[in-house]
T-cell receptor
């Protein structure tokens, strides 16, 4: 079975540009999480969804960040405008509801560099 | 709110030596606890988890962890380190296994194994 798929794997952009990161969760998983990983702050939970509905977005750093989940198989994390301090690895993870053991399944991440 | 601390951002051990990575948590209710491992340029994968029942849990690659409620700890151990164990290790906590429970990660511990 395919795991969590994230794209792009690497993104280099200039300050002020819009960045869109994409995630396809594992089929049948009802919860989706977006994390940001940096050396300084470690793994930060940005937002998570259950059944396509945002449950907690308190980790979203500011209004420049937005996330959507239009259907069960797709989510986006958008940064507009991007800034150098947004440079990080962004991870998407999914989790099933039925037979849930609490485990998160992670994608391989999107490494963002904002110049 | 739950939180996780990991003592030691970097741990070095000799090949064949005991591995001990420390994790303490705070939670208002009995939590679910996890250890994840991250290899370079990859996402996180589950090593082991504690939900209920036996407090000593065994995971993949010879790792195990013991839940000690009185000490609010969930330390990770492996009797004999292998070179392939070099990676970043994250302790995580969740209040439960429902779809509405978020997962909070500790800052991580980087494990180096010296030949």
């Amino acid at each position: 079975d395919a795991g969590v798929i994230q794209s792009p794997r690497h993104e280099v952009t200039e300050m002020g540009q819009e960045v869109t990161l994409r995630c396809k969760p594992i089929s049948g998983h009802n919860s989706l999480f977006w994390y940001r990983q940096t050396m300084m702050r470690g793994l930060e939970l940005l937002i998570y969804f259950n059944n396509n509905v945002p449950i907690d977005d308190s980790g979203m750093p500011e209004d420049r960040f937005s996330a959507k989940m239009p259907n069960a198989s797709f989510s986006t994390l958008k940064i507009q405008p991007s800034e150098p301090r947004d440079s990080a690895v962004y991870f998407c993870a999914s989790r099933p509801s039925l037979g849930n053991t609490g485990e998160l399944f992670f994608g391989e991440g999107s490494r963002l560099t904002v110049l | 709110a739950q939180s996780v601390t990991q003592l030691g951002s970097h741990v070095s051990v000799s090949e064949g030596a005991l591995v001990l990575l420390r994790c303490n948590y705070s939670s208002s209710v009995p939590p679910y606890l996890f250890w994840y491992v991250q290899y370079p340029n990859q996402g996180l994968q589950l090593l082991l988890k504690y939900t209920t029942g036996a407090t000593l849990v065994k995971g993949i690659n010879g790792f195990e962890a013991e839940f000690k409620k009185s000490e609010t700890s969930f330390h990770l151990t492996k009797p004999s380190a292998h070179m392939s164990d070099a990676a970043e290790y994250f302790c995580a906590v969740s209040l439960g296994e429902t779809s509405y429970d978020k997962v909070i990660f500790g800052p991580g511990t980087s494990l180096s194994v010296i030949p």
